[in-house]
């Protein structure tokens, strides 16, 4: 008879990986959707933030592709064709100059990312980040959160040999560069599905970011003017949306997140797996 012989791994959390914008940068997550646009508008294509939010947190290129097979039906009414990969290039083009020119100024690191960063070296873990954006927007978006205090032990961009969200693989990179194994010792922060799924995917636990992220997907002046009862209901649809991708656990903002971070150390200790 065989015996049952599988180590539960029992000793707590190992690392954090974190999203950038709209989870440690960029309240709201406005860049990208200012910059698609920008881009969209410039080919003679017009499609709506809400659009360009559903498929937010992939890789660019990707996002670009998805966003135009969504609205194939719309391109062909307006271009007489459907959107192909040339599409896709010729939009992509204009994208990313465009998102370089606004980057910078949507970089600053949202409230609590610094001491959330200083808690979680306190207790001894790793700090690594995955994000949709190339290595050019990122050298921008890090050199700016660096000189405003929030730094990571490590960072990473999908590459043709490490495709982006939702596969798992830039988490895989995290957990090699940091030493951070096994996967259920590591916990995923973003404020996109493809987080959740990139999460899910790695083996590792998440936690969907609301407020200040790409569901809401609201600048901080607008959720100070938004009606209460609206923005109750905006919120609520967000978690949500989380909930139903499987997060296991969805807050406000990273200042909710070190609570949240310590349950899970202690579910780890007993022996729970997400």
Known sequence: MKTNNKIIYKDGIKGVICDWAGTTVDFGSLSPVSAFEDAFKDFGFEVTRDEIRRFM???????TRELLNFTKERFYEQFGYYPTEETV??????FEPSLLNCVR?????????????????KRGWKLGSTTGYTEAMMKIVVEEAQAHGYNPDYWTVPKKDVPGRPFPFMIYENATRLNMYPMCAIVKIGDTVSDIQEAHNAGCWSVGVVISGNELGLSEEEIELMDPVIL????EHAYKVFQDAGAHYV???????????????QRIRVGEQP
Do not use: C
Not at 57 to 63: A, F, I, L, P, V
Not at 105 to 121: A, C, D, L, M
């Open 57 to 63: 947190g992939m890789y660019k290129r990707d996002h």
């Open 89 to 94: 290039d010729a939009i992509y083009s204009k």
């Open 105 to 121: 100024k949507y970089s600053n690191p949202i409230r609590g990312t610094v001491e959330f960063t200083q808690e979680v070296h």
């Open 232 to 235: 109750k209901e905006k919120m």
């Open 251 to 265: 807050i406000d903002g990273i200042w909710d997140a070190l609570p949240i971070l310590e349950e899970i150390d």
